[in-house]
């Protein structure tokens, strides 16, 4: 790994780290309750599937307002690849659809194997359904991949799908 990205490096791997940790403790918060079958924070499963590999692993999202979202993926990949990647989504309510919503966002994205790291972006675009009735998300979402190290390139035809846990 190049040193000139090892700040880079640190920086996404903290604000993952603060994502995750401002999920689970959100509970222990006061709360803002948003109509509609919604939810603040929601962890679970991630598979990010596609052109490639498909990874498996931890998904969790929070909803800073009711627009505003963070949301962080620890996904393990085949051959001892690990992917992290952090984002900021704007959710929209859909007029007449209790529980489900749309969102566009991008966030930092890092893969690390045994030999190298690799530091990339994300734009995603997708739907997020929370059972009006039960404490479940569903979100599913067009996410290509942008890479900037190790030779650029993109990957348009990656997607993810997570089911989570509603608090």
Known sequence: MKSSFLPLVRLTAGIGLWLFATAWLSPL???????GGDYRTAIGLG???????????????????????GEANLLF??????????LY????????????????????QLFFDNNETDFGVR????????????????A????????F?????????RFQFAFRFAF
Not at 123 to 138: E, H, R, W, Y
């Open 140 to 147: 599913f979402d067009w996410r290509p991949y942008i890479q």
């Open 89 to 108: 989504a704007y959710h929209g309510y859909i007029a007449g659809a209790s529980g489900l919503k749309w969102y566009l966002g991008m966030g930092p």
């Open 29 to 35: 918060s006061a709360q803002r309750t948003y109509s």
């Open 77 to 86: 990949f085949p051959a001892n690849l690990t992917g992290l990647n952090v």
């Open 47 to 69: 598979v990010d599937f596609g052109d490639g590999a498909t990874g498996v692993g931890i998904s969790a999202k929070h909803f800073f307002t009711p627009h505003d979202v």
């Open 123 to 138: 734009p995603v675009l997708g739907m997020d359904f929370k059972i009006p009735s039960a404490p479940l998300n569903m």
């Open 149 to 157: 190290t190790h030779g650029t390139g993109s990957i348009a035809g």
